[in-house]
């Protein structure tokens, strides 16, 4: 097996969903001239996938790159699983997005949008190729319902009974601060699944992750840098800004899933997924708190990423902060619970919950007020090359 | 020139590079040398239409003294810029000596103003020597060693893992044409 390799022939039950993409394209209003030349690849870097088996209870043994390989039916069924939360992610993206495009505050903000949902497509085009390939007629239904479920943010095609599965994922991306804001915190989140998944014991599945890993920091940077620029050109107060971090840093922190998950500790047990850290990581993991750890993990970075993006800011402005991971949780030992940005137990009535949420975060008062400000130079101009 | 850079590439000398990008980019790019902080800002405020503080702007990041073109001169190489293509190299060739006898000015030029073309750098030079692709040494702006050059850090760009690709707020030929160099100067 050659250590990269981009597929070029695909099996007929795949040339049927890639009739079923191009339809999905249409009904969610993306038009596929926008792609321009961009063509959908099917890509594997064997290279970096590993032959062997590298934690849990199968470690060692030689990874699975077929699917009777797979020694048991509940290890195949969590596999498909992980594959296809992570493919729905991907189409998910591109239907909260793709309306900002025409919104766009540069040509290159819109060109690299446009550049993410190429990729973001791409990837989800990957996720459904493992399904239709490796996993027969469930795979194949698997795949299907990739293309069936939307993000009720959709502005064309909202469903509320069909969502997306996972609450970010139907969130409304309103503005392009929503979209700095996304492609920062949770695309992040993104990173921190596929380099679980790249150590995975299914070689194809940790054989795709570098390619979409690869992809995904531009995702990464075009949010941090989007976020750097606004705070540099200092017409949106970081105050407004800070709302926006609220709430995006919430649902990010939501992504990890439950505390003491044992979906998490199932998925370590079979190798399927790791650590963030699993190749460098020098200590056994703690497979009762693994999502908490991934977690732990993805606040540190966010922390660090603060510090850059507030060292552009103009003088007299407040520093931006990550809040809390106790604020506005919706999963986890926090979920519900009264806190404040700092961490601090909020002490209050509901009334006054309700006002310092209302406060916190992003109101419809704020989001006329961004409108305001987008009718001026409000980030950093950055010229499109080439 | 190019064909062969591409043919001839070791993948399993050029490993070890790869697994060291992020840090060998972080110690190169933060030298005082390098002027980060002047490196992003062109990142900026270079944009078209080209004017002479830009080209001022350019020359005092790379540490050149002013330029004595004559005006036909810089015009000649600000068509050149709007015109070229990346990876064409070939528009080198229609420039005049004052201009051609200087590859690191123009490649500066080139790479502020396009994010697509690489500084011609003498330690990248040495890096790339040390993965085995060997590119001549020169101070001409020569079209088809410049073009070797970018190429082969185009192809490390296509071949390198996912762990080489840090997070970043630099093109990424100015990510491995500064890890190069740092890897270079090793040497």
């Given at each position: 097996m ?50 062997n ?6 470690e ?97 095609r909202?469903?509320?009974d ?86 995006w ?5 939501d ?48 922390k660090?990423e ?81 | 020139?190019?064909?062969?850079v ?31 902080e ?72 080139l ?42 850090i ?26 190069l ?7």
């Amino acid at each position: 097996m050659s250590s990269n390799k981009v597929v070029e022939h695909f099996q007929p039950n795949f040339e049927a969903w890639i009739q079923q993409f191009n339809e999905w394209q249409s009904r969610i209003g993306f038009e596929s001239s926008w792609l321009g030349d961009y063509q959908f690849e099917i890509k594997f870097d064997w290279g970096t996938a590993g032959d062997n088996i590298e934690f849990g209870d199968f470690e060692g043994m030689p990874k699975w790159e077929r699917r009777m390989q797979v020694p048991q039916q509940n290890i195949r069924d969590a596999i498909i699983n992980m594959v296809s939360v992570q493919g729905d992610t991907e189409f998910a993206s591109v239907e909260q997005q793709w309306h900002l495009l025409e919104s766009a505050p540069t040509e290159y903000d819109r060109k690299s949008a446009l550049r993410i949902m190429c990729e973001e497509q791409r990837h989800g085009w990957q996720m459904a190729y493992v399904l239709c390939n490796y996993f027969g007629d469930h795979g194949i239904r698997e795949a299907q319902k990739l293309l069936e479920r939307n993000s009720s943010a959709n502005p064309i095609r909202g469903e509320d009974d069909r969502p997306r599965l996972l609450g970010s994922f139907n969130e409304p991306i309103n503005h392009w601060i929503d979209f700095f804001m996304f492609t920062h915190f949770i695309d992040r989140d993104g990173k921190f699944q596929l380099k679980m998944l790249s150590t995975s014991s299914f070689k194809p599945l940790a054989a795709s992750m570098g390619p979409m890993l690869k992809e995904e920091s531009f995702h990464l940077g075009t949010g941090a840098n989007g976020i750097r620029r606004i705070v540099t050109q200092g017409v949106i107060p970081c105050a407004l800004i800070q709302k926006y971090v609220n709430k995006w840093v919430s649902t990010g922190l939501d992504l990890f899933g439950v505390d003491e998950s044992t979906s998490a500790e199932w998925a370590y047990v079979y190798g399927i997924k790791g650590r963030y850290d699993e190749r460098d990581s020098e200590v056994d993991a703690d497979r009762k708190h693994l999502n908490e750890e991934s977690r732990g993990h993805y606040f540190d970075e966010l922390k660090k990423e603060m510090v850059a993006i507030n060292a552009r800011r103009k003088d007299g402005e407040p520093g931006l902060l990550i809040p809390s991971d106790k604020f506005n949780r919706s999963v986890g030992k926090f979920k519900g619970d009264r806190h404040d940005i700092y961490g601090n137990p909020f002490e209050g009535g509901d009334e006054e919950w309700e006002q310092y949420i209302h406060d916190s975060l992003p109101s419809d008062e704020d989001e006329a007020q961004l409108e305001e400000y987008f009718k001026e130079e409000w980030i950093q101009f950055r010229e499109l090359k080439e | 020139m190019q064909a062969h850079v591409l043919l001839s590439i070791d993948r399993e000398q050029i490993q070890p590079f790869f697994e060291r990008v992020p840090e060998l980019f972080e110690a190169y790019h933060g030298l005082e040398s390098q002027n980060p902080e002047g490196y992003h800002e062109l990142l900026y405020r270079v944009y078209r239409p080209y004017t002479n503080r830009m080209f001022d702007m350019i020359d005092e990041w790379m540490g050149f003294g002013q330029r004595s073109w004559h005006s036909d001169v810089g015009r000649e190489v600000v068509l050149m810029l709007y015109a070229i293509r990346y990876p064409d190299t070939l528009l080198l060739e229609s420039l005049s000596d004052e201009v051609f006898l200087d590859i690191r000015r123009i490649s500066g030029y080139l790479h502020f103003m396009k994010h697509t073309y690489t500084i011609w750098d003498e330690d990248t030079r040495k890096g790339l020597a040390r993965l085995g692709i060997n590119i001549p040494s020169t101070d001409r702006a020569d079209p088809f060693i410049y073009g070797a050059y970018i190429s082969a850090i185009e192809l490390l760009k296509e071949l390198a893992p996912f762990y080489s690709f840090m997070e970043h707020d630099v093109p990424r030929q100015r990510l491995f044409q500064a890890a190069l160099a740092g890897y270079g100067r090793e040497g």
